[in-house]
């Protein structure tokens, strides 16, 4: 069996998931909107969750607008994330699959100072190189998983 290839992919803002927060924000005003048709008069609680709401879609549109961006590398050994803060690339100790949509993943990365970061990976970001990065990602997975103090020298070396 063939080892997945060298990739490079781009990481960053997902239009999947600026969907599926402004999809959420959406249901949240439409009971706000529910409430205030068929409440008997405008009280504290209804502005209180117009606050909620308008609060709750404010930190996602922050939240989605300071996602990270950068570049998972795969060199067919190891996994390396390089953004802004990590130019020269920080090794990867551990990657996992969360979610799989077929053209989108959310994937779960985590350094060697154990710090995670959750990142979505899209189709659309750079077609060609897509079935590349899938395939490594799930070769990854189906290697036997290594000890962290193994992992750990095994980046070291």
Known sequence: ?????????????????????????????????????????????????????????????????????????????????????YKAGTPVLALSVALDFQRVLLLRLENQDHARLWLWAERSAMPERWLDLRRAVYEHRRLSPLSVDARAQLLSA
């Open 1 to 85: 069996m063939h080892s997945a290839p060298p990739v490079a992919y781009p990481l960053g803002r997902s239009s999947f998931q600026a969907c599926g927060l402004l999809g959420f924000w959406l249901a949240g005003a439409a009971v706000w909107v529910l409430c205030a048709i068929f409440a008997p008069g405008l009280s504290w609680r209804l502005w209180l969750l117009a606050g909620a709401v308008l609060v709750a879609g404010c930190a996602a549109a922050w939240g989605w607008r300071h996602s990270p961006l950068g570049l998972l590398r795969w060199d067919a050994q190891c996994w390396h994330w390089e953004s802004l803060a």
